[in-house]
């Protein structure tokens, strides 16, 4: 992980996934395919992520980090009654720290959900 060392960037962003079907969405350096890839030398910190159900239906979803080798569940519904219910959003304002080497993902199974993820990326200049 990146040390401060008196210069870099620290930019407040968002970044979103509109009408995800039974799919994942990501933000992070370890997926290749993920849509927001982030250097050695930065640090994401989560102030809130923002979901909304487009469907009539409840679904289940989840939020977690995975460190390249391991999924860290921060929040799972799935296989159990909390679902999020049909045209409802739920918003996550708890802080989380995303390192390099990390991503944050988030899961939907079956309905279109809108995701949105507000962040600070710290990058810091050795």
């Given at each position: 992980?990146?040390?401060?060392?008196g210069?870099?960037?620290?930019?407040?962003?968002?970044?979103?996934?509109?009408?995800?079907?039974?799919?994942?969405w990501?933000?992070?350096?370890?997926a290749?395919?993920?849509?927001?890839?982030?250097?050695v030398?930065?640090?994401?910190?989560?102030?809130?992520?923002?979901?909304?159900?487009?469907?009539?239906?409840?679904?289940?979803?989840?939020?977690?980090?995975?460190?390249?080798?391991?999924?860290?569940?921060?929040?799972?519904?799935?296989?159990?009654a909390?679902?999020?219910?049909?045209?409802?959003?739920?918003?996550?304002?708890?802080?989380?720290?995303i390192?390099?080497?990390?991503?944050?993902?988030?899961?939907?199974?079956?309905?279109?959900?809108?995701?949105?993820?507000?962040?600070?990326?710290?990058?810091?200049?050795?």
């Amino acid at each position: 992980m990146a040390i401060p060392s008196g210069s870099g960037t620290e930019v407040l962003s968002m970044k979103g996934g509109h009408a995800i079907n039974n799919a994942s969405w990501s933000i992070g350096t370890v997926a290749s395919g993920a849509t927001h890839n982030i250097g050695v030398n930065h640090i994401l910190t989560i102030l809130s992520i923002t979901i909304c159900n487009l469907s009539a239906t409840a679904t289940n979803y989840d939020i977690l980090i995975n460190d390249g080798s391991n999924d860290i569940r921060i929040l799972s519904n799935s296989g159990n009654a909390r679902k999020l219910g049909g045209y409802e959003t739920f918003v996550w304002n708890d802080r989380l720290i995303i390192p390099s080497g990390c991503k944050l993902e988030m899961h939907n199974e079956a309905n279109e959900f809108d995701w949105s993820v507000s962040y600070i990326d710290q990058n810091w200049i050795d």
